[in-house]
């Protein structure tokens, strides 16, 4: 049986999220855009209930979010959209060296189309904010010209958690409007857009037991709303910004599966800084000269995450001494390269250590005997393959 430890890649569908989505499909299969009949009236009206209990999770309205296929599609309308809007005449966009590629890459195609895309680098393995950057670094970027910051709230590597509110407060003195990637921070700790302060906000289900496929934006409408181009172009669903039938079935989803998070979240996330905790001792004594990437452990780290540098073999190795465990090397969307990690790079790990490193994503189905087995797993793993190059 698997060991499943790759929770920043993907998660379980939650089965109270499965029941809630079949129950939907068996009899609401009607477009929920069609007007025309009852039975799409009612499916829209319960796909408006979802979605305004969606908006109230964030503390958000129910025309600020916008429902996308993830947070692949969210991140490139938040950036297109903000960059190429007819009224755009700012050419600056900063980010962060440490920014998943559904940002960096779209933001590499701005840059090819005339934009200046200022990537800061990030706190050193070491420091306390890891993987974060430095807020007087980023005063001395922001200016009249920039278009947009987008910086995400919690890293899916490193597990990273950036002070978002004080980067808002900057952004707000130079009135740039700020995105941030939240997917790996919704459903796992807190996420206020109020507090936070953000004018755009990415999110995906699968990250928070929900099914994959379905996402969303929040676009920030008041005091003052966020101007955004659109880049689907149809039949002119959800105000014309993100045109296509609704994903009816997974907005459902999506609902629930938050609600679920919401209502355990405390419990959850300290039963997970608990289990991540065992899981780094336990590696501890079965290994000798660990090294963790990423922020302090008790502050600034999303509870789930545990990012381990091993000595003497490389990760991929160790993962097919261990077919049982599911982890990863570098974040799952990069993980199929044979490139280290930019993440674990830009924090100044060399080539070596970052392929030598393992990210362990910690969920709500895991269990304390599975911690212990992983630990035992790792621990013959690591001394089979040193014996074996010695
Ligand atoms: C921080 C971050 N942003 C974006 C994505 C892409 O999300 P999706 O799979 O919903 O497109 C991921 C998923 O790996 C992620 O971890």
Known sequence: MTIYLD?????????????AMLAFMDSHYANPGSTTHEAGREAGRLVAEASRETAQFLNAEEDEILFTSGATESNNLALFGVALHPKQNRRRIVTSLAEHR????????????????????????????AGGVDLNHLAECVNENTALVTLMLANNEIGTIQPIGEISSLCKRFDVPLHTDASQAVGRIPVDVQEL??????????????????????????PSAVRLYPQILGGGQQGNLRSGTLNSAGIIGLAKALAVCLDRMHQESRELNRLRNLLWELLNQEIFGLSRNGPALETNLLPNNLNVCFPKVDGQSLMLQTPDLAVSSGSACTSAEPHPSHVLLALGLSEDQSRASLRFGLGRFNTEEEIRQVAKLLGRAHASLVSFAA
């Open 7 to 19: 929770n920043h890649a993907t998660t379980r569908v939650d089965p109270v999220v499965v029941g």
């Open 102 to 129: 559904a940002t960096l890459d779209p933001l590499m195609r701005l840059e090819r189309h005339g934009f200046e895309i200022v990537r800061l680098p990030v706190f050193p393995n070491g420091h306390p904010l």
């Open 197 to 222: 302060g953000v004018d755009l906000l990415s999110f995906s289900a699968h990250k928070f037991y929900g099914p994959k496929g379905i996402g969303g934006l929040f676009v920030r409408q008041s």
